[in-house]
């Protein structure tokens, strides 16, 4: 063998054990350091929500600083608007009629998207897969694929860019494959540090409405039992409040799987209630009566989950 061929092989050889030494990232990496740089960056952008057939470009920031963390949303068209997340608390400034609505959930959830901490967990449910690669924002992103394995959730895709690893593109998908809803950078920027916005100054400044101010009970409270779920959703937290400006209460419980979540709420019964299923986007609702109760079940799911997970809820003074 000559010289110039032993040195090719050599080469080739080479660069067969770096690569079994180092391979890439696969899919779970890839949303395990997303939901990293989501905490602790701080960026800002254009982003691009498409929903219900509608298109809403709005500034986007995310500042962090010791553990805490607060999301802006800045609309660019009217209604002029201003959205702060402080955790479970979202804020709503309208510019036009000064006034703030502040709405306290006892979860948090990203305007963004939201993945579980615990990817392992998923597999009984979910499959991940890394599907290819595009620009987006003209960034290089990994195309990760979220597939669910059943027909009870959306599968959906997300592009994660491949430097910082923060979440360029999301699209939900129906179970056929077409786009429902989409949110997309069409530019975005990290910084060293950004401002945080006083929000009690801004409660201070302007009429201010406080809604879901209620704290989560056991769902042993509610007035129905939830008979049969799809597989991975669980109980998040249940309430019971006010609502639609009367003294009624209303009993919410909210389920997730991870990725998706879905309301049950039940109130007394009200002709202004539409029964039946309704479909708005990726969000459906079906509605029935049980007894003088109205139950809702409310979700970005299919049809059929909303309707499964409504049809199995009882009252429960009769569940047995």
């Known amino acids: 063998m000559t010289v110039v061929k032993r040195f090719y092989v050599v080469l080739l050889l080479s660069i067969g054990v770096a690569s079994a030494r180092e391979p890439g990232l696969n899919a779970q990496q890839v949303l395990v350091k997303m939901n990293h740089a989501m905490e602790v960056l701080n960026y800002q952008g254009t982003v691009a929500f498409l929903k219900n ?3 809403e470009p709005m500034k986007y920031v995310h500042a962090a600083e010791k553990g805490i963390q607060q999301e802006r949303l800045l609309s660019l068209n009217s209604p002029l608007r201003e959205i702060i997340r402080n955790g479970g608390q979202i804020s709503c400034l309208f510019k036009e009629t000064q006034q703030t609505i502040v709405d306290h959930r006892p979860f948090e959830r990203s305007f963004l998207v939201d993945v579980p901490r615990n990817l392992d967990d998923m597999g009984a449910i979910y499959q991940f897969e890394i599907v290819g ?55 975005i920027e990290v910084k060293d540090a950004l401002p945080f916005v006083d929000v009690k100054f801004l409660d201070a400044a302007h009429p201010v409405q406080h809604i879901h101010q209620s704290q989560p009970q056991s769902s042993d409270q509610a007035a129905f039992v939830v008979t049969a779920l799809p597989k991975g959703f669980r109980e998040v937290f249940f309430i019971r409040k006010p609502m639609h400006n009367t003294e009624q209460p209303v009993d919410h419980l909210l389920l997730s799987d ?17 029964s039946g299923l309704q479909s708005v986007g990726a969000v459906n609702s079906y509605s029935r009566t049980i007894n003088n109760y109205q139950l809702t079940v ?11 997970i409504a049809e199995g809820i009882k009252l429960r003074d009769l569940k047995d």
């Not at 593109?169 to 949110?183: A, I, T």
């Not at 409310?298 to 499964?308: C, L, Q």
């Open 258 to 274: 991870g990725f998706t979540t879905v309301s049950i709420y039940m109130e007394n019964k009200s002709a202004a209630i539409q």
């Open 53 to 55: 057939g509608k298109l």
């Open 298 to 308: 409310m979700g970005e799911v299919p049809a059929e989950t909303v309707k499964f």
């Open 133 to 187: 690669e595009e620009n987006i924002a003209m960034l290089p992103s990994y195309v990760v694929a979220i597939q669910p394995k059943d027909y009870a959730r959306y599968p959906r895709k997300i592009w994660v860019e491949k430097q910082q690893f923060l979440p360029l593109k999301v699209v939900v998908y129906d179970n056929s494959g077409v786009p429902l809803e989409q949110v997309v950078f069409t530019e």
